[in-house]
């Protein structure tokens, strides 16, 4: 749900020898993960991905500056992931509100990168007071008019929340996009008060989709994604903060198959000389490809998403973590 990215200082941490080190636990044994390019605008530039062999955290090497970076979130970016968020919103955001009611019932929420607003926007106004924070003025003027919220448009860490201000903080789709995750979250986690909980969700790096597809998979996102989480970097970077864990989950719901075969179509078809289009610009499905969509489904989705839940290498990871006293 998150349209753009979250600015801070984006320098990958580095040993006095220069050596690259992890970010997020400073270990100095840094594999490389792999190379690819923005499938989703079809541009050549290409990225790397390196690997922290601790903590197993994968991160961008040399990411755009924020000042580059409204380049790589288009205004077609934007549509897109607006339009995902909006699409069928009531049962979207089903099993996200009954995650939070398992914890908490009433109190003040706070969503991190609400976007338009449509998860705010499914929370029981009587029972919640809804704040926001949003980096696009457009987008959070729409999350105001649709969900009620108080919402701040900026960085997360310009933000004038006061320390123990919310009983739950949520974080859909959003991590992944910030240049410091550890230091943004540390500073969200003091707007939390005692016993409140933190509830995120980030694509999982280790899931059975990430390794099928590889530099086709849709989750890489890149640039967009800075950093890439598994399970165990999320347990390590919330632990290192302080909080408790009550879950963490990697879940086989939500998935990347269809556009992850439309990035491997689009290669298809530049091969034989074809022009393709770009994920950017693509809107409705057409009857064809709706129908390869709804086979992938039944035949590949959906199966092995209940496997890859079972064996916990589903493709978002789900963590709840929980403020002490």
């Not at 580095?14 to 541009?43: E, M, W």
Request: charged share 20%; with cysteine.
């Amino acid at each position: 749900m998150h349209s753009t990215q979250m600015t801070q200082n984006s320098t990958v941490a580095r040993s006095t020898s220069g050596q690259k080190v992890c970010p997020l636990c400073g270990y100095d044994r840094i594999l490389h993960f792999l190379n690819a390019t923005d499938r989703f605008h079809l541009r050549p530039e290409l990225y790397t991905l390196l690997r922290c062999s601790a903590c197993s955290c994968v991160w961008l090497a040399d990411p755009p500056s924020p000042e580059e970076m409204p380049y790589h979130y288009s205004q077609d970016y934007h549509e897109v992931i607006t339009s995902a968020a909006e699409h069928k919103e009531g049962k979207r955001w089903e099993k996200h509100r009954a995650i939070v009611a398992r914890y908490k019932e009433q109190g003040a929420i706070l969503d991190i990168g609400c976007s338009s607003g449509s998860f705010l926007a499914s929370m029981d106004n009587g029972r919640w007071k809804k704040y926001g924070i949003e980096m696009d003025d457009a987008t959070a003027e729409r999350a105001r008019l649709s969900s009620g919220a108080e919402v701040f448009v900026g960085d997360v860490m310009n933000a004038p929340f006061l320390p123990e201000s919310f009983d739950v903080i949520t974080a859909f789709d959003v991590v992944e996009h910030m240049y410091r995750p550890r230091m943004v979250l540390e500073r969200a986690l003091r707007w939390l008060r005692p016993g409140g909980i933190f509830f995120a969700r980030v694509p999982n790096i280790d899931s059975w989709e990430a390794k099928l597809f590889k530099t086709y998979w849709y989750g890489l996102e890149l640039p967009r994604h800075l950093y890439h989480f598994s399970v165990t970097s999320m347990k390590y970077l919330m632990t290192e903060l302080g909080v408790s864990e009550w879950s963490v989950t990697a879940t086989g719901l939500g998935n990347h198959v269809e556009p992850s075969v439309g990035y491997l179509y689009q290669q298809v078809l530049a091969r034989f000389g074809f022009s393709p289009l770009s994920m950017a610009k693509r809107r409705r499905a057409n009857l064809p490809w709706r129908v390869v969509r709804k086979a992938l489904r039944m035949g590949l989705t959906f199966p092995a998403s209940r496997v890859a839940s079972a064996a916990n290498a589903g493709v978002v990871i789900e963590v709840v973590f929980r403020k002490q006293n």
